[in-house]
C-alpha cells in the first residue's frame, strides 16, 4: 500500500521535465540569486536540491507538517511555479498559514522613524514595514521589524565593533503598529513618515512568505553601515520588482533617507504620511496659545493656581499629561492621575473641538545627499587650498528637510590642506550635536560631542597638533526663524578649560547663516568669533560657504564650495 501512495504521489505531484537551459536560466535570475543569497551554496545547487527535496517520496509524509520544503520555503516554491517548473501542491503549512492570517495585506508602507540621537544604532533613523488594510481601524496594523539581537552583556567597544563589521544577528520581529507608535513617536519622540509601496497585494503576500523564510530558516548577519534595516526592506522589494536596480543603487553603506529617495526615483513611493511625535505636537499646541495663556497654563501645571482653562489650554494641557506618561514608562503620579482626570472632564463638556493643523516639514525625499566634497580657498597670514571629505552624514549648516532640526552628526571628516606640501589640518571621528528647543512647557537638554584631531595653523595656547575629546551640555531656545542654542561646556585638551558658547542659525529661503561665539577662559580672556555663510545654493548638489575667523591673534577667511553626492 505504501508504495502505491508513494507511486501516485510522484505520478501527480512531479514536476515538469528540466533540461539544463531551463535550470540555468532560473538560478541566474536576479529573484532566484536574492532568494537564494544567504546561503553557502551556488543558485544552480540551491535549486536542484530544493526540487529534488520536493520530489523526495518522504515529502508526501510531511504533507501536513511545518517541515515540508513548501513550508520551510514558500517564497522559493511560488517562484518555481509562476516560472513552471514545478506545478501546485496542496500541501497544509499550518505555522505559516497562521502567520499570514493575522496580517494586512491590503497596503504596504516604507516607515521611516527620524533620528534618535541618543542610540548609536538609530543615529541616521530607522525602517520598518507597515502593513494595513483600507477597510480595518489603524490599530489593526501589523508592524513588521528587522534590527540586530545586541545581547545585554555587550561591551560599547564590542557594540562598536561587531556593529561595523559584523557580529551581531539580524532578526525579523512581528507586533501591531500601534506599539511602534508607542516605542518611537510617544517614548522615544521621533517624527514617523510612511510611505505606501505602489505594489500588488499577490507581490505583498510574495515579500511576507520571504520574509518568513528569513525569520525561521536563515541566519543572517547584521551590519549597521550596509546590511541593515533598510537594505533589507529595499532587498524584499526589489524581489517583486526585479528589473529595476533597487539595491544597485546604494554606494557604500545605507541609510535610511537613500531607502525612500531610491523607491521614489524608480515611481514606487504612492503616497506620504507623516505621524509628528507626542513631543511635536505637544510644542505646536502649547506655541498656539497667546503669551496669557501659556502663563496661565504653566501655573495650573505647577499647582499655583486651580482655574478653568479655555479648550485650547485644556488639549495642550492634555497633551502634557500624555508625553509626561511616555517619559515615565506609562505611568502617571496620583496627583497627575487626577489632574489628568479633572481635564478629560472638563475638556468633555467642551463641544466644539479645537482642530488645529500642524504644518507638515519637508519630507525625507527632499533630503540632501549623504557623501560631500568640498573644495576650499583658506587665507591667514598666508594662503593655501584644500579639499574636505565627509562621507555622512548631516552637519549643522545643512538644510534640515528631513533630518532633526539644528542637529549634527558626521563621521570620519578628512580636510586635507595644500601649502607646499599635504597636510592632514582636521581628522573628525565623530561629531554629534543636537540643539533641541528648550520650552517651558518640556525642559530638553541639548548637547554636544566630538572626536577630532587638529593641526593647527595659528596655535594659540595649544600645541599646533593635538587632539580633542569634546563633550558640553546646555539649552538651545527657537523662535521664528532664528535658532539660538546656548550651552555651558567643559572641553579637554591638554588642560580643563570652561567657556560658554553661542550658536545663533538663521535660514531665509536658500541661504544661511551661523554666528559662533567662543570665550575661553584659560590665563586671560580671549575672544574667538566665527562667522559661516552659506550664501547660495547654485544647483541642486551645489552650495557656497564663507567663514570668517576674527580672535586676537589671528584673521582669517575661508571660502568652500561644496558638492553632495
Known amino acids: ?93 499550518i505555522g505559516l498559514n497562521k502567520w499570514l492570517s493575522n496580517i494586512q495585506i491590503s497596503k504596504i508602507k516604507v516607515v521611516l522613524a527620524s533620528q534618535f540621537i541618543s542610540n548609536p544604532a538609530s543615529i541616521m533613523g530607522h525602517t520598518f514595514f507597515k502593513f494595513t ?35 551581531f544577528m539580524g532578526v525579523f520581529s512581528k507586533s501591531p503598529y500601534y506599539e511602534k507608535v508607542q516605542e518611537y513617536s510617544n517614548i522615544e519622540r521621533r517624527d514617523l513618515w510612511e510611505f505606501e509601496v505602489d505594489i500588488t497585494r499577490e507581490e505583498i503576500v510574495f515579500i511576507l512568505k520571504r520574509i518568513w523564510e528569513l525569520k525561521f530558516g536563515t541566519k543572517l548577519n547584521y551590519l549597521f553601515a550596509t546590511e541593515n534595516c533598510s537594505y533589507m526592506l529595499v532587498e524584499l522589494i526589489n524581489l517583486v520588482r526585479p528589473a529595476l536596480p533597487l539595491t544597485e543603487n546604494f554606494s557604500t553603506y545605507v541609510i535610511p533617507h537613500e531607502t525612500v529617495k531610491v523607491l521614489n526615483k524608480f515611481n514606487l513611493i504612492k503616497s506620504i504620511k507623516f505621524v509628528p511625535s507626542a513631543r511635536k505636537e505637544l510644542i505646536y499646541n502649547y506655541n498656539e496659545l497667546s503669551d496669557n495663556d501659556k502663563e496661565e497654563l ?68 527632499d533630503s540632501h545627499d549623504p557623501y560631500r566634497l568640498s573644495l576650499y580657498h583658506l587665507k591667514t597670514k598666508s594662503s593655501s587650498n584644500g579639499i574636505i571629505f565627509n562621507p555622512g552624514f548631516h552637519s549643522f549648516m545643512d538644510y534640515s528637510a528631513g533630518f532633526l532640526e539644528n542637529s549634527q552628526f558626521d563621521f570620519f571628516t578628512f580636510d586635507i590642506n595644500f601649502q607646499k606640501e599635504l597636510t592632514l589640518r582636521e581628522l573628525t571621528l565623530t561629531h554629534i550635536m543636537n540643539l533641541t528647543s528648550f520650552t517651558k512647557i518640556d525642559y530638553t537638554t541639548s548637547w554636544e560631542f566630538f572626536i577630532k584631531n587638529i593641526n593647527k595653523d595659528h596655535c594659540q595656547f595649544m600645541s599646533c597638533e593635538f587632539s580633542q575629546i569634546y563633550f558640553n551640555i546646555g539649552f538651545a531656545s527657537q523662535f521664528n526663524y532664528l535658532g539660538i542654542g546656548v550651552d555651558y561646556h567643559v572641553f579637554s585638551t591638554e588642560e580643563s578649560i570652561l567657556y560658554p558658547t553661542i550658536n545663533h542659525k538663521f535660514f531665509y529661503q536658500n541661504s544661511s547663516l551661523k554666528l559662533h561665539l567662543n570665550s575661553f577662559l584659560t590665563y586671560k580672556l580671549e575672544m574667538y568669533h566665527e562667522l559661516q555663510i552659506r550664501k547660495y545654493r547654485v544647483l541642486k548638489h551645489l552650495d557656497l560657504e564663507f567663514n570668517l575667523t576674527i580672535n586676537d591673534q589671528v584673521d582669517q577667511y575661508l571660502v568652500k564650495a561644496i558638492y553632495d553626492y
Open 1 to 93: 500500500m505504501k508504495i502505491l501512495c508513494r507511486s501516485i504521489y510522484l505520478l501527480f505531484f512531479i514536476s515538469f521535465p528540466l533540461f539544463g537551459n531551463d535550470i540555468n536560466l532560473i538560478a541566474q535570475s536576479k529573484t532566484w540569486k536574492l532568494l537564494t543569497q544567504y546561503e553557502s551554496l551556488s543558485p544552480k545547487i540551491v535549486l536542484n536540491n530544493f526540487i529534488a527535496n520536493l520530489n523526495d517520496p518522504s515529502a508526501f509524509l510531511k504533507a501536513n507538517d511545518n517541515s515540508h520544503p513548501q513550508c520551510l520555503h514558500p517564497a522559493r516554491f511560488e517562484y518555481l511555479i509562476r516560472r513552471n517548473i514545478i506545478s501546485h501542491r496542496a500541501v497544509n503549512c
Open 133 to 167: 488594510d483600507e477597510t480595518s481601524p489603524e490599530y489593526t496594523s501589523t508592524a513588521i521589524n528587522y534590527a540586530a539581537r545586541i545581547p545585554d552583556t555587550t561591551s560599547p567597544l564590542e557594540y562598536a565593533y561587531s556593529g561595523l563589521f559584523g557580529g
Open 298 to 365: 504653566l501655573q495650573v501645571i505647577v499647582g499655583k493656581k486651580n482655574k478653568k482653562l479655555s479648550r485650547a489650554q485644556l488639549d495642550t494641557y492634555l497633551k502634557y499629561f500624555a508625553l509626561e506618561r511616555y517619559k515615565n514608562g506609562g505611568k502617571l503620579s496620583l496627583e497627575q492621575t487626577k489632574k489628568r482626570d479633572d481635564a478629560l472632564i472638563q475638556r468633555s463638556k467642551e463641544m466644539a473641538s479645537n482642530n488645529i493643523s500642524l504644518t507638515e516639514p519637508q519630507t525625507p525625499l
